[in-house]
């Protein structure tokens, strides 16, 4: 069964610096791994999506790598700014079927 | 920007009564999905819905749901008879495809369901 497991749970930083969270998986044989914010009480936001075949995609101010032989991603956030707080969801698809497969998240906090 | 819509935002109802969550898929979009998060836990997948039929569904989904697209635009979700554990919030999305490892799945607000 797939399990996804992101750390840190939660991560304060003073605005400017540069972060990384992480997310790994305990099955490698995945189509995607797409990355998503979520603000309190809301949807979830599509940030960075990597197919199985890609090592890394960026968007703006992320990058986001994956390391599928490992069960490895990180979201990497440069320059991060208040605007940035919020919980970061990693999940994963499985070649078997298309559901999605969550990570718990980490809390993301910038403080100005 | 093409979004998914959810309606309503927020539903309060009395545990055993029936509740219909509504959502509007983006409209190009061929697979349709329902997701919930009880509060301080993770997303869960419920069901996935193409070619008006279930593709797949998890364990929660058991036969006091059902989900039905009755027309071009709209899908639902019910749940027959409500139990207090049902309170979460309910996430509908949608993708454009499925057998391709760029399918994306774009999702909607939520609609808070709290079972009193």
């Known amino acids: 069964k797939q399990e996804v497991t992101q750390i840190p749970a939660a991560l304060s930083v003073p605005e400017g610096e540069n972060l990384v969270l992480n997310c790994s998986f305990t099955?490698?044989?995945?189509?995607?791994l797409q990355w998503f914010r979520q603000d309190p009480g809301k949807g979830l936001t599509s940030l960075l999506l990597?197919?199985?075949?890609?090592r890394e995609q960026t968007s703006g101010r992320l990058n986001a790598s994956l390391d599928k032989s490992s069960g490895r991603s990180t979201l990497y956030i440069a320059a991060s700014q208040p605007g940035d707080s919020a919980t970061y969801l990693c999940?994963?698809?499985?070649?078997?079927?298309?559901?999605?497969?969550f990570g718990a998240g980490t809390i993301l906090r910038v403080k100005s | 920007e093409p979004e998914v819509t959810q309606t309503p935002s927020h539903q309060v109802t009395q545990m055993g009564q029936e509740v219909i969550l509504r959502c509007v898929p983006i409209?190009?979009?061929?697979?349709f999905y329902w997701y919930r998060q009880i509060l301080g836990q993770k997303v869960e997948f419920l069901v996935s819905?193409?070619?008006?039929?279930?593709?797949?569904k998890s364990e929660i989904f058991d036969d006091q749901f059902s989900v039905e697209r009755p027309d071009g635009s709209n899908f639902t979700l019910k749940i027959r008879s409500t139990k207090l554990e049902d309170s979460a919030m309910y996430f509908c999305?949608?993708?454009?495809?499925?057998?391709?490892?760029?399918?994306?799945?774009?999702f909607g607000p939520g609609t808070r369901l709290t079972v009193l």
């Open positions: 990597i197919q199985s075949s890609q």
């Open positions: 999305a949608s993708s454009p495809r499925m057998a391709v490892s760029y399918n994306e799945q774009f």
């Open positions: 409209s190009n979009h061929l697979y």
């Open positions: 819905f193409y070619n008006n039929e279930i593709s797949e």
């Open positions: 099955d490698s044989a995945i189509y995607n």
């Open positions: 999940a994963v698809r499985l070649y078997a079927g298309n559901k999605l497969v």
